[in-house]
């Protein structure tokens, strides 16, 4: 039996003033699609941003239902009207942040497994990095360079 180490690179801010402008304005993006989410059920507001590469922002916040699971993530709202609205057009990175009033979040959002899956299924399509930027209401940032990061050995068409 050999094992093997997976290391991921990370890039971690303590404050989101030390971001670089494109990810700080995805961010904000992110942060202003949380105000707006439908999300009376469990209260926790959600809100993604996505940077196309032909400059576009898409945002995206969560949306739920009565029928618990026929709701969907902000990063999912986001991706699939991106991808709806420009076809073909690979994706450069996305923002995700999350309030609710039961406590201050502190630290980073960390994105279900579906939403990584849909990040893997555009990356592997456009054959292009997607770099993804995680953020509580306050406090650090996370940023991995890639969705293969977020879910290696990942399913993917070459499953098939
Ligand atoms: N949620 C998201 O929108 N994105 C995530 O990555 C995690 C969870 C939403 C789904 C649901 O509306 C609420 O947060 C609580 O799970």
Same mark, same amino acid.
């Given at each position: ?25 995805? %961010?904000?993006?992110? $942060?202003? *699609?949380?105000?707006? /989410?439908? @999300?009376? #059920?469990s &209260?926790?507001?959600?809100? !993604? ?12 916040n ?9 709701? %969907?993530?902000?990063? $999912?709202? *986001?991706?699939?009207? /991106?991808? @709806?609205? #420009?076809? &073909?057009?690979?994706?450069? !990175? ?33 054959g ?33």
């Amino acid at each position: 039996m050999k094992k093997i180490e997976i290391r991921i690179p990370i890039e971690r801010y303590e404050k989101e003033s030390e971001l670089d402008g494109n990810d700080k304005t995805l %961010l904000q993006e992110a $942060r202003e *699609a949380s105000l707006s /989410a439908y @999300s009376p #059920y469990s &209260g926790f507001s959600v809100g !993604a941003a996505v940077r196309l590469k032909n400059g576009v922002i898409i945002r995206g916040n969560n949306q739920e239902n009565a029928a618990y699971p026929s709701g %969907l993530c902000a990063e $999912r709202v *986001a991706l699939f009207f /991106a991808s @709806s609205r #420009y076809p &073909g057009v690979p994706i450069e !990175a996305i923002a995700v942040t999350a309030k609710t009033k039961a406590r201050v979040i502190a630290e980073p959002i960390a994105l279900c497994g579906s939403c990584r899956q849909v990040l893997s299924e555009y990356e592997n399509l456009h054959g292009q990095p997607i770099r993804i930027i995680m953020c509580g209401e306050s406090g650090p940032v996370v940023i991995f360079g890639k969705a293969s990061d977020l879910l290696p050995m990942s399913f993917s068409s070459k499953d098939l």
